[in-house]
T-cell receptor, first 112, second 112 residues
Protein backbone atom coordinates (compact mmCIF):
# COMPACT_ATOMS: atom_id res chain seq x y z
CA UNK A 1 0.00 0.00 0.00
CA UNK A 2 1.33 3.41 -0.97
CA UNK A 3 -1.01 5.24 1.44
CA UNK A 4 -1.35 8.92 0.57
CA UNK A 5 0.72 10.11 -2.38
CA UNK A 6 1.32 13.77 -3.15
CA UNK A 7 2.90 15.25 -6.24
CA UNK A 8 4.97 17.24 -6.85
CA UNK A 9 7.27 17.21 -3.81
CA UNK A 10 8.72 20.63 -4.58
CA UNK A 11 7.65 23.48 -6.81
CA UNK A 12 8.59 27.09 -7.41
CA UNK A 13 5.93 29.33 -8.93
CA UNK A 14 5.95 32.89 -10.09
CA UNK A 15 3.38 35.32 -8.74
CA UNK A 16 0.17 35.03 -10.72
CA UNK A 17 0.81 31.53 -12.02
CA UNK A 18 -1.54 28.68 -11.25
CA UNK A 19 -0.97 25.03 -10.47
CA UNK A 20 -2.62 21.88 -9.18
CA UNK A 21 -1.29 19.87 -6.28
CA UNK A 22 -2.17 16.24 -6.69
CA UNK A 23 -3.22 13.90 -3.90
CA UNK A 24 -4.28 10.28 -4.22
CA UNK A 25 -4.89 7.58 -1.63
CA UNK A 26 -5.29 3.83 -2.01
CA UNK A 27 -6.92 3.07 1.34
CA UNK A 28 -10.50 3.59 0.14
CA UNK A 29 -10.91 6.40 2.66
CA UNK A 30 -13.95 8.62 2.31
CA UNK A 31 -12.52 11.61 4.17
CA UNK A 32 -9.71 13.66 2.69
CA UNK A 33 -8.12 16.92 3.78
CA UNK A 34 -5.77 19.62 2.60
CA UNK A 35 -3.66 21.45 5.16
CA UNK A 36 -1.00 24.08 4.90
CA UNK A 37 1.85 24.40 7.36
CA UNK A 38 3.91 27.56 7.55
CA UNK A 39 7.44 27.35 9.03
CA UNK A 40 7.38 26.54 12.72
CA UNK A 41 3.60 26.61 12.81
CA UNK A 42 0.77 24.17 13.13
CA UNK A 43 -1.63 22.83 10.54
CA UNK A 44 -4.33 24.98 9.00
CA UNK A 45 -7.20 23.30 7.20
CA UNK A 46 -7.81 24.58 3.68
CA UNK A 47 -10.53 22.26 2.36
CA UNK A 48 -11.87 18.84 3.15
CA UNK A 49 -14.12 16.24 1.58
CA UNK A 50 -16.22 13.48 3.12
CA UNK A 51 -16.81 11.65 -0.13
CA UNK A 52 -16.80 11.86 -3.90
CA UNK A 53 -18.68 14.92 -5.08
CA UNK A 54 -18.67 16.60 -1.64
CA UNK A 55 -16.25 19.34 -0.58
CA UNK A 56 -16.27 21.89 2.23
CA UNK A 57 -14.20 24.88 3.22
CA UNK A 58 -11.81 24.80 6.13
CA UNK A 59 -10.19 27.70 7.99
CA UNK A 60 -8.20 29.22 5.11
CA UNK A 61 -9.89 28.43 1.76
CA UNK A 62 -9.32 31.77 -0.01
CA UNK A 63 -7.15 31.46 -3.10
CA UNK A 64 -7.70 27.71 -3.40
CA UNK A 65 -10.14 25.36 -5.03
CA UNK A 66 -10.69 21.61 -4.79
CA UNK A 67 -12.64 18.89 -6.48
CA UNK A 68 -13.42 15.30 -5.55
CA UNK A 69 -14.58 13.36 -8.56
CA UNK A 70 -13.34 9.99 -7.24
CA UNK A 71 -12.77 8.46 -3.82
CA UNK A 72 -9.05 8.21 -4.51
CA UNK A 73 -8.18 11.70 -5.74
CA UNK A 74 -8.45 15.11 -4.12
CA UNK A 75 -6.52 17.75 -6.11
CA UNK A 76 -5.91 21.26 -4.78
CA UNK A 77 -5.88 24.11 -7.28
CA UNK A 78 -4.05 27.39 -6.72
CA UNK A 79 -5.23 30.21 -8.93
CA UNK A 80 -3.20 33.41 -9.23
CA UNK A 81 -0.44 32.34 -6.86
CA UNK A 82 0.62 34.91 -4.24
CA UNK A 83 3.71 35.02 -1.98
CA UNK A 84 1.44 34.41 1.03
CA UNK A 85 0.75 30.95 -0.35
CA UNK A 86 4.36 29.90 0.11
CA UNK A 87 4.03 26.96 2.46
CA UNK A 88 4.17 23.22 2.84
CA UNK A 89 0.94 21.55 1.78
CA UNK A 90 -0.16 18.25 3.27
CA UNK A 91 -2.92 16.01 2.07
CA UNK A 92 -4.44 13.58 4.55
CA UNK A 93 -7.11 10.91 4.55
CA UNK A 94 -9.07 8.93 7.08
CA UNK A 95 -11.73 6.29 7.12
CA UNK A 96 -14.16 8.44 9.07
CA UNK A 97 -14.68 10.98 11.83
CA UNK A 98 -12.64 10.32 14.98
CA UNK A 99 -10.26 8.03 13.15
CA UNK A 100 -6.53 8.69 12.68
CA UNK A 101 -5.48 10.78 9.73
CA UNK A 102 -2.84 9.48 7.33
CA UNK A 103 -0.65 12.13 5.74
CA UNK A 104 1.22 12.36 2.48
CA UNK A 105 4.85 13.49 2.36
CA UNK A 106 3.83 17.04 1.48
CA UNK A 107 4.44 19.51 -1.32
CA UNK A 108 6.90 22.31 -0.60
CA UNK A 109 5.73 25.31 -2.59
CA UNK A 110 7.55 28.62 -3.01
CA UNK A 111 6.02 31.57 -4.79
CA UNK A 112 8.42 34.26 -5.90
CA UNK B 1 -14.10 29.55 19.15
CA UNK B 2 -12.86 26.14 20.15
CA UNK B 3 -9.13 26.00 20.83
CA UNK B 4 -6.50 23.42 21.65
CA UNK B 5 -3.41 24.80 23.33
CA UNK B 6 -0.10 23.06 23.82
CA UNK B 7 2.72 23.93 26.18
CA UNK B 8 5.57 24.34 26.03
CA UNK B 9 6.11 25.54 22.48
CA UNK B 10 9.74 24.42 22.53
CA UNK B 11 11.79 22.16 24.77
CA UNK B 12 15.48 21.36 24.72
CA UNK B 13 16.66 18.40 26.77
CA UNK B 14 19.82 16.41 27.24
CA UNK B 15 19.62 12.87 25.99
CA UNK B 16 18.38 10.70 28.82
CA UNK B 17 16.25 13.39 30.43
CA UNK B 18 12.48 13.11 30.58
CA UNK B 19 10.11 15.30 28.58
CA UNK B 20 6.45 16.20 28.97
CA UNK B 21 4.12 18.17 26.73
CA UNK B 22 0.65 19.27 27.76
CA UNK B 23 -2.46 19.76 25.69
CA UNK B 24 -5.46 21.78 26.94
CA UNK B 25 -8.78 22.09 25.19
CA UNK B 26 -11.33 24.87 25.65
CA UNK B 27 -14.10 22.26 25.32
CA UNK B 28 -14.68 18.69 26.42
CA UNK B 29 -13.36 16.28 23.81
CA UNK B 30 -14.79 12.93 22.81
CA UNK B 31 -11.27 11.80 22.05
CA UNK B 32 -7.79 13.18 21.54
CA UNK B 33 -5.16 12.16 19.04
CA UNK B 34 -1.38 12.62 19.19
CA UNK B 35 0.90 12.93 16.19
CA UNK B 36 4.65 13.24 15.73
CA UNK B 37 6.30 15.17 12.92
CA UNK B 38 10.01 14.67 12.36
CA UNK B 39 11.93 17.65 10.92
CA UNK B 40 11.18 17.86 7.21
CA UNK B 41 8.59 15.11 7.52
CA UNK B 42 4.86 14.75 7.76
CA UNK B 43 2.67 14.20 10.83
CA UNK B 44 2.43 10.56 11.83
CA UNK B 45 -0.34 9.28 14.08
CA UNK B 46 0.86 8.01 17.45
CA UNK B 47 -2.22 7.24 19.52
CA UNK B 48 -5.85 8.03 20.27
CA UNK B 49 -7.30 8.36 23.77
CA UNK B 50 -11.04 8.02 24.27
CA UNK B 51 -11.89 7.31 27.89
CA UNK B 52 -11.81 9.72 30.82
CA UNK B 53 -8.59 9.19 32.80
CA UNK B 54 -7.18 6.83 30.18
CA UNK B 55 -3.46 6.08 30.25
CA UNK B 56 -1.70 4.35 27.40
CA UNK B 57 1.96 3.46 26.99
CA UNK B 58 4.09 2.92 23.94
CA UNK B 59 7.57 1.87 25.08
CA UNK B 60 9.03 5.07 26.61
CA UNK B 61 5.97 7.20 25.73
CA UNK B 62 3.08 7.58 28.18
CA UNK B 63 -0.12 9.29 27.13
CA UNK B 64 -2.82 10.47 29.52
CA UNK B 65 -6.33 11.82 29.00
CA UNK B 66 -7.69 13.94 31.82
CA UNK B 67 -10.67 13.03 33.93
CA UNK B 68 -12.66 15.93 32.49
CA UNK B 69 -11.55 15.05 28.95
CA UNK B 70 -10.28 18.58 28.43
CA UNK B 71 -6.57 17.96 28.79
CA UNK B 72 -3.96 15.44 27.86
CA UNK B 73 -0.26 14.89 28.24
CA UNK B 74 2.56 13.03 26.56
CA UNK B 75 5.52 12.01 28.68
CA UNK B 76 8.72 10.59 27.24
CA UNK B 77 11.05 8.81 29.62
CA UNK B 78 14.80 8.94 29.01
CA UNK B 79 14.69 10.82 25.72
CA UNK B 80 16.75 9.68 22.77
CA UNK B 81 17.85 11.56 19.67
CA UNK B 82 15.21 9.64 17.73
CA UNK B 83 12.55 11.48 19.75
CA UNK B 84 13.40 14.78 18.06
CA UNK B 85 10.44 16.36 16.32
CA UNK B 86 7.23 18.23 16.90
CA UNK B 87 4.42 16.61 18.84
CA UNK B 88 0.87 17.68 18.03
CA UNK B 89 -2.37 16.95 19.81
CA UNK B 90 -5.70 17.24 18.03
CA UNK B 91 -9.33 16.83 19.01
CA UNK B 92 -12.61 16.75 17.09
CA UNK B 93 -14.28 20.03 16.23
CA UNK B 94 -17.26 20.21 18.60
CA UNK B 95 -19.57 21.53 15.89
CA UNK B 96 -18.34 19.25 13.13
CA UNK B 97 -16.43 16.12 14.13
CA UNK B 98 -15.31 15.58 10.55
CA UNK B 99 -12.62 18.17 11.27
CA UNK B 100 -9.86 18.18 13.85
CA UNK B 101 -8.78 21.13 15.95
CA UNK B 102 -4.98 21.03 16.13
CA UNK B 103 -2.65 22.36 18.76
CA UNK B 104 0.36 24.34 17.55
CA UNK B 105 2.69 21.58 18.68
CA UNK B 106 5.66 21.22 20.99
CA UNK B 107 9.04 21.04 19.29
CA UNK B 108 11.50 18.78 21.07
CA UNK B 109 15.25 19.05 20.59
CA UNK B 110 17.52 16.46 22.17
CA UNK B 111 21.21 17.15 22.77
CA UNK B 112 23.31 13.98 22.52
Amino acid sequence: NAGVTQTPKFRILKIGQSMTLQCTQDMNHNYMYWYRQDPGMGLKLIYYSVGAGITDKGEVPNGYNVSRSTTEDFPLRLELAAPSQTSVYFCASTGGANQPQHFGDGTRLSIL
Amino acid sequence: GQQVMQIPQYQHVQEGEDFTTYCNSSTTLSNIQWYKQRPGGHPVFLIQLVKSGEVKKQKRLTFQFGEAKKNSSLHITATQTTDVGTYFCAGPNAGNNRKLIWGLGTSLAVNP
